[in-house]
C-alpha cells in the first residue's frame, strides 16, 4: 500500500513539474531567443562545463585513492602473494594510464571544438595509419597482461608434489568451518555426508584406514614456509574459502572436492608485530575505547581490545549467518605447529572414546547406514521406543 501510495505522489509531482514548465514557457517576454538551435554563447558555456566536469572528476578520484588507501590489505602473506598483487598493480597502472588519458583528451576536444559560427567542420574520411596504431597497441598490450595473469595463475595453482605439501581439508556446513589435517601419512580418509553421525561432525568414514590418524580441529594452524594444499568440501550449499591475507580464494561446492594451496611467508607474530598492523591495531583500539565509554556510561559492559589474527571467512551468501562464518588462522613456526599437532586427538582415539558398539549393535549400525532414508527413519523412531 505504501509503495502504491508514493508512485501515486511521485506521478503527481511529475505531473505538476510539466505543468509548472508550462507556465512558465507562457509567461516568458517576447524577446526571448526560444530557438531549439544552439548559438554560440550555448555552446561556450555548453565546452565550459565540459572542461569544469572533468576537472572535478580527476580530483574525486584523486581523493578516492587517498581516501580509500587506508582500507588496502597488508602485503601478501603467502609466496604467490607478491606476485598476485603486482598483477593487480600493474593492471590498475596501464587502466589508469589509458583512463586518464582518454578522458582528459575526450573532453578537451569537446571543450576545443566546441559549435562556431566561424569555424566550419574537416570532413575527414579514414586514415589507415591511425587506426593500425589504436588497434595494435591495447593488442600488444592485452596480450601481455593476459599472459602475465595465465603463468601468474599456473604458478599459483600447480602444487609441486615433491615439495612434500601438507595436507588439509576444510569442511564447511552453514555456518561454521571445521579443518581436518591428514596426520602422520598425510592422506586424508575417505569421507562422505552420509557418515555424519555423533561425535563424527565431518562424516569420515571409519572403515577406511587412512582416516584413523586423521586429525579434526576447528582451528586452522600452519607451518610458516611449508605449502599446504586444502581440499574443499561442502556441507549444504554454495561457500566460498576466503583468505584475504593469504591473496587466495576458491568455491566450497557441495558434491565435489575443490582445491587450492598456498605456502604461508608470515606467522601471526610477525604480522603482528609489523609497521602496518601495529598502526592499524591501534587506531582500531582507539575507536573501541571512545565506543567504550559511551557503553559504560549506559550501563552496559566495555568492548574486549582488538588483537590481529588472521581469519579463514566465507565469501560467497550462504544465509543468514554467512556474515560469521569464519574460522581463526595461526601461523606458526613448525616446532609450535607439530607442539599444537601432537596435543590434538585423532580422530581413531575420538572414536575408541565412543561406547563400543557391541557385535549386534554394530551389525544394526551398519544396516542402519545402507538403509535408503524413510527406512532409517523408521528405525530411529523405533530406537527411542515411539510406537509405529
Ligand atoms: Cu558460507
Known amino acids: 500500500m505504501t509503495v502504491f501510495l508514493v508512485i501515486v505522489v511521485l506521478a503527481l509531482l ?10 512558465f514557457q507562457l509567461s516568458r517576454s517576447p524577446d526571448t531567443d526560444t530557438s531549439e538551435i544552439a548559438t554560440d554563447k550555448d555552446n561556450n558555456s555548453q565546452g565550459l562545463f565540459m572542461m569544469v566536469f572533468v576537472i572535478l572528476f580527476f580530483i574525486l578520484m584523486a581523493y578516492c585513492f587517498w581516501y580509500y588507501s587506508r582500507f588496502y590489505l597488508p602485503g601478501g602473506a603467502s609466496e604467490h602473494g607478491s606476485q598476485y598483487d603486482n598483477l593487480m598493480f600493474i593492471s590498475i597502472a596501464v587502466i589508469m594510464i589509458v ?13 576545443y571544438y566546441r559549435g562556431n559560427k566561424r569555424k566550419r567542420a574537416l570532413f575527414y574520411a579514414d586514415n589507415d595509419k591511425l587506426e593500425f596504431i589504436w588497434t595494435i597497441i591495447p593488442v600488444i598490450v592485452l596480450s601481455g597482461l593476459i599472459l602475465y ?18 595436507i588439509v581439508e576444510l569442511y564447511a556446513k552453514q555456518f561454521s568451518w571445521t579443518a581436518r589435517y591428514a596426520g602422520e601419512d598425510n592422506t586424508l580418509g575417505k569421507a ?10 565431518v562424516g569420515v568414514d571409519v572403515n577406511d584406514n587412512y582416516a584413523e590418524d586423521d586429525i579434526v580441529a576447528t582451528e586452522l594452524h600452519l607451518p610458516v614456509g611449508r605449502p599446504v594444499v586444502f581440499k574443499l568440501r561442502s556441507q549444504d550449499v554454495l561457500h566460498s574459502a576466503y583468505f584475504p591475507h593469504f591473496r ?4 566450497v561446492v557441495p558434491g565435489m572436492i575443490t582445491q587450492f594451496g598456498f605456502t604461508p611467508t608470515i606467522t601471526t607474530e610477525d604480522m603482528r608485530s609489523s609497521e602496518y598492523m601495529v598502526d ?7 575507536i573501541r575505547k571512545e565506543n567504550s565509554q559511551q557503553l559504560m556510561a549506559n550501563g552496559e559492559a566495555p568492548l574486549d ?4 589474527d588472521y581469519y579463514l571467512l566465507c565469501n560467497k551468501i550462504c544465509g543468514v549467518a554467512h556474515y560469521n562464518m569464519q574460522m581463526k588462522i595461526v601461523v606458526e613456526s613448525p616446532e609450535d ?6 596435543e590434538q586427538q585423532t580422530f581413531g582415539a575420538t572414536m575408541a572414546e565412543q561406547e563400543p558398539p557391541s557385535g549386534q549393535e554394530a551389525e544394526i549400525k551398519q544396516e542402519k547406514r545402507d538403509a535408503p532414508e524413510e527406512v532409517r527413519e523408521t528405525m530411529e523412531a523405533m530406537e527411542q521406543g515411539e510406537e509405529i
Open 248 to 251: 587466495a580464494q576458491m568455491n
Open 99 to 111: 583512463q586518464v588519458l582518454t578522458q582528459a583528451l575526450l573532453f578537451y576536444f569537446s571543450y
Open 14 to 23: 511529475a505531473v505538476t513539474g510539466w505543468q509548472m514548465s508550462k507556465i
Open 149 to 166: 595473469g595465465l603463468f601468474t595463475w599456473s604458478s599459483i595453482m600447480n602444487i609441486n608434489e615433491e615439495d612434500d605439501p601438507l
Open 337 to 342: 605447529y607439530n607442539a599444537w599437532l601432537a
Open 305 to 308: 581490545s582488538y588483537e590481529f
Open 280 to 286: 592499524k591495531v591501534r587506531t582500531i583500539n582507539e
Open 192 to 201: 562422505n555426508v552420509r557418515f555424519i553421525e555423533g561425535v563424527n561432525t
